[in-house]
């Protein structure tokens, strides 16, 4: 009994599922939290679907900006389907952010730059809700950053990690009988990301081009600044001044 009010492993006063939850990355629990949500509420009929979808005409015309960020949060009426979507959607996209360090930094600017291109892409498709394919996005990375492992789907197919967003794909097909346009978007973001972040990197000396600028990075890790050194009163630096001017440059890139 101890051991569960310690929530497993001596952390008092959390439970098994509360500390399940705390234990994920933060974009990646607060996504979840956002996408349960979303259809908890609409389940209840505080909010509707219609407040909740992504329309160019509607966010920029009726200024209605919010529908930039919710329309990533709803995934369906509460049934097996959305617990499926969940499954994914957090399973994935926490092996990918704990991959990446747990950096909210790194794993924040991955999601703003698919969000984007997703949203770009959206109009042209009529696609009104972006979660599924924003997650299906993070799956092909994940698939491609992890060659090698081996999965199943549903106990009856096993394969290499890459094939898994067709496996899904195929699954979506079947069971909704329309080609999922959403999750097909998913897959061309996604190999966008992996080339720039995976595949050009080495054939271009290390130059990646899709990695967070600096200012990103410090509107997220909050990195002090160098400190400059004081000079004499003569207006030189000392010795010591001149030295920690050298070693400056190359202690920030560290």
């Known amino acids: 009994m101890a051991n569960v009010l310690a929530g497993g492993d001596g952390m008092m006063g959390q439970f098994p599922l509360e500390q399940w939850f705390f234990e994920m990355p933060v974009c990646t629990r607060w996504w979840m939290t956002a996408a349960l949500s979303a259809s908890v509420l609409v389940q209840c009929r505080i909010i509707t679907p219609f407040q909740l979808f992504y329309s160019f005409r509607t966010v920029f015309y009726r200024s209605q900006y919010w529908r930039l960020i919710t329309t990533f949060f709803y995934f369906g009426p509460l049934n097996l389907d959305l617990l499926y979507h969940i499954f994914f959607l957090q399973r994935y996209s926490r092996l990918l952010e704990e991959s990446s360090g747990r950096s909210p930094a790194h794993f924040s600017w991955l999601l703003t730059f698919a969000s984007t291109l997703l949203l770009c892409m959206a109009p042209m498709l009529s696609m009104a809700f972006l979660g599924t394919a924003l997650s299906s996005t993070l799956i092909y990375i994940w698939s491609r950053k992890n060659p090698d492992t081996m999965l199943s789907f549903l106990g009856l197919v096993v394969f290499r990690a890459p094939y898994l967003p067709w496996v899904l794909l195929c699954f979506s097909l079947i069971m909704h ?35 967070p600028p600096a200012w990103w990075l410090r509107l997220f890790e909050r990195r002090p600044g160098p400190m400059e050194e004081p000079a ?22 560290q």
């Open 232 to 253: 004499d009163d003569d207006g030189v630096p000392d010795q010591a001044g001149e030295h920690a001017d050298t070693i400056g440059p190359e202690v920030a890139a």
């Open 177 to 211: 009988g329309t080609v999922p346009k959403d999750e097909m978007c998913g897959i061309v973001v996604g190999h966008i990301w992996y080339f720039f972040n995976d595949v050009y990197p080495p054939l271009h000396g290390g130059h990646s081009p899709l990695d």
